[in-house]
């Protein structure tokens, strides 16, 4: 029984969305199911997809939160 956790960061994926879609989320949660059959022969099922929305100011990279990272990096260009 396979437990897929998928994490995504909550900035939506288009403009003036915040978060992904219910539709996005079910694609998400389709492709990854059908992979595991396709690559591994688990049932869907069987599967267990979790889609984890991480808030913005909950993630970073560089040392820095991903606000102050993206800041730096557009006062480089």
Same mark, same amino acid.
């Given at each position: 029984?396979?437990?897929?956790?998928?994490?995504?960061?909550?900035?939506?994926?288009?403009?003036?969305?915040?978060?992904?879609?219910?539709?996005?989320?079910?694609?998400?949660?389709?492709?990854?199911?059908?992979?595991?059959?396709?690559?591994?022969?688990?049932?869907?099922?069987?599967?267990?997809?979790?889609?984890?929305?991480?808030?913005?100011?909950? !993630?970073? !990279?560089?040392?820095?939160?991903?606000?102050?990272?993206?800041?730096?990096?557009?006062?480089?260009?």
């Amino acid at each position: 029984m396979p437990i897929v956790n998928i994490q995504i960061t909550r900035e939506g994926s288009g403009p003036g969305r915040s978060a992904a879609t219910a539709e996005e989320k079910a694609a998400l949660i389709k492709g990854v199911s059908q992979l595991l059959l396709d690559v591994l022969n688990k049932p869907l099922d069987a599967t267990f997809v979790v889609i984890e929305e991480v808030e913005l100011e909950n !993630w970073g !990279w560089g040392g820095l939160p991903v606000s102050e990272m993206r800041k730096q990096r557009g006062a480089g260009k």
